[in-house]
């Protein structure tokens, strides 16, 4: 019987991916870039985006038709520093690498590059592409909208998705800058993440149609595909606590995700139609690189933002706290302490990589079947 939380190595987590995303019938090419966004997650402790949703938001929608494992990556437009794409509900993260990919060639040849998405899927943990201009001597942006999941302030019907907007910034540190969050309080990964482990999500995150704080995780996915739960926005519920700013972001996302690119948004993405049927969820994103070099010399820049960092983390702490950290900070302990173990795999995950694997009728054993 499964009952405990097993570390299991990278390499083995990550072969397992690629062979069911190609068991599935994504190219192999394609799997692979899958596959990369997913451990990349795990690898940076984001255990909300990682292994853990390869069954419920990959696997499943591909085997129910209401995602393509096949990815026709359409250039819709395409305008000196700006592209639109069609994703054509092909697989999102080839979706997203190969816009952020268009969109670091366009800063090379402009300075900045833009290019929105319509019609596209999942596309995994948002950082994982302004990275990507990072690692170019770039900053990157991207953002995604997704379901309704996220209430207005004094509303309580879920409207708009999760809707991270993530920054990356090159510094002279071993780490870069990313701000890799949603803009509700609490993203839907994490809430799926403790429904998994038999966890209840904290008060005051999610709320019903009366305005009642909802508790109960398993409850509040079923509540949330039905509309009749809702993520409170960064800030919380009201304007005293400054619930309006995390509105005001998610909806700057909404807007970005689809007015450029003349995609879905809002209710469309709700993945139900008029009969309760499950249909594709045609998400937009948007992707931004800056070429560093076009305003300054890249060196100073990355001392520049090392300094703002080094300085915020070096400022008084309140009592009782040890130190204070950086965006991104955390994600690069997270590797340091993970590298050597792998991920953590929850019970609940342990049995959705046992389901996949006999389905599949793939040659794996996992360490949480040999105790």
């Given at each position: 019987?499964i009952?405990?939380?097993?570390?299991?190595?990278?390499?083995?987590l990550?072969?397992?991916?690629?062979?069911?995303?190609?068991?599935?019938?994504?190219?192999?090419?394609?799997?692979?870039?899958?596959?990369?966004?997913?451990?990349?997650a795990?690898?940076?402790?984001?255990?909300?985006?990682?292994?853990?949703?390869?069954?419920?938001?990959?696997?499943?929608r591909?085997?129910?038709?209401?995602?393509?494992?096949?990815?026709?990556?359409?250039?819709?437009?395409?305008?000196?520093?700006?592209?639109?794409?069609?994703?054509?509900?092909?697989?999102?993260?080839?979706?997203?690498?190969?816009?952020?990919?268009?969109?670091?060639?366009?800063?090379?040849?402009?300075?900045?590059g833009?290019?929105?998405?319509?019609?596209s899927?999942?596309?995994?943990?948002a950082?994982?592409?302004?990275?990507?201009?990072?690692?170019?001597?770039?900053?990157?942006?991207?953002?995604?909208?997704?379901?309704?999941?996220?209430?207005?302030?004094?509303?309580?019907?879920?409207?708009?998705?999760?809707n991270?907007?993530?920054?990356a910034?090159?510094?002279?540190?071993?780490?870069?800058?990313?701000n890799?969050?949603?803009?509700?309080?609490?993203?839907?990964?994490?809430?799926?993440?403790?429904?998994?482990?038999?966890?209840?999500?904290?008060?005051g995150?999610?709320?019903?149609?009366?305005?009642?704080?909802?508790?109960?995780?398993?409850?509040?996915?079923?509540?949330?595909?039905?509309?009749?739960?809702?993520?409170a926005p960064?800030?919380?519920?009201?304007?005293?606590?400054?619930?309006?700013?995390?509105?005001?972001?998610?909806?700057?996302?909404?807007?970005?995700?689809?007015?450029?690119?003349?995609?879905?948004?809002?209710?469309?993405?709700?993945?139900?139609?008029?009969?309760?049927?499950?249909?594709?969820?045609p998400?937009?994103?948007?992707?931004?690189?800056?070429?560093?070099?076009?305003?300054?010399?890249?060196?100073?820049?990355?001392?520049?933002?090392?300094?703002?960092?080094?300085?915020?983390?070096?400022?008084?702490?309140?009592?009782?706290?040890?130190?204070?950290?950086?965006?991104?900070?955390?994600?690069?302990?997270a590797w340091e302490?993970?590298?050597?173990?792998g991920?953590?795999i929850?019970?609940?995950?342990q049995?959705?990589?046992?389901?996949?694997?006999?389905?599949?009728?793939?040659?794996?054993?996992?360490?949480?079947?040999?105790?």
């Amino acid at each position: 019987m499964i009952e405990d939380v097993v570390w299991v190595d990278f390499d083995l987590l990550e072969a397992f991916m690629v062979d069911v995303f190609k068991g599935v019938g994504v190219p192999e090419a394609e799997a692979r870039v899958c596959a990369d966004v997913l451990i990349g997650a795990d690898k940076r402790g984001i255990d909300s985006h990682g292994v853990g949703r390869l069954k419920l938001i990959y696997y499943d929608r591909i085997m129910k038709g209401t995602q393509s494992p096949l990815t026709e990556f359409e250039v819709v437009r395409d305008v000196k520093a700006t592209a639109v794409v069609d994703g054509h509900n092909g697989m999102g993260m080839v979706v997203g690498r190969r816009c952020m990919e268009m969109a670091i060639e366009k800063a090379k040849q402009h300075g900045l590059g833009m290019v929105v998405a319509r019609n596209s899927t999942h596309y995994g943990y948002a950082a994982y592409y302004p990275l990507m201009a990072v690692a170019e001597g770039m900053v990157g942006l991207s953002g995604t909208n997704a379901r309704p999941s996220q209430a207005p302030t004094h509303g309580v019907e879920n409207m708009l998705g999760t809707n991270p907007l993530v920054w990356a910034f090159p510094t002279d540190e071993e780490f870069p800058f990313t701000n890799d969050y949603a803009t509700s309080v609490i993203q839907r990964g994490k809430i799926e993440q403790w429904a998994r482990e038999g966890k209840d999500c904290p008060a005051g995150l999610v709320i019903d149609r009366d305005g009642n704080s909802t508790t109960d995780s398993v409850q509040i996915l079923k509540d949330l595909i039905k509309g009749t739960a809702a993520l409170a926005p960064i800030g919380g519920l009201g304007e005293e606590t400054g619930g309006y700013k995390g509105y005001g972001f998610a909806t700057v996302v909404e807007i970005l995700s689809a007015a450029f690119s003349g995609g879905a948004y809002l209710k469309a993405l709700g993945g139900k139609d008029a009969d309760g049927k499950d249909i594709p969820i045609p998400i937009g994103h948007f992707f931004l690189a800056i070429d560093v070099e076009c305003f300054t010399d890249l060196a100073d820049f990355k001392k520049t933002t090392g300094d703002i960092l080094r300085a915020l983390r070096a400022s008084a702490k309140a009592p009782g706290k040890e130190r204070i950290y950086t965006c991104g900070e955390k994600e690069w302990l997270a590797w340091e302490e993970r590298k050597g173990k792998g991920a953590p795999i929850d019970p609940g995950t342990q049995q959705d990589l046992i389901a996949m694997r006999n389905a599949l009728e793939l040659d794996y054993t996992f360490p949480f079947e040999k105790r």
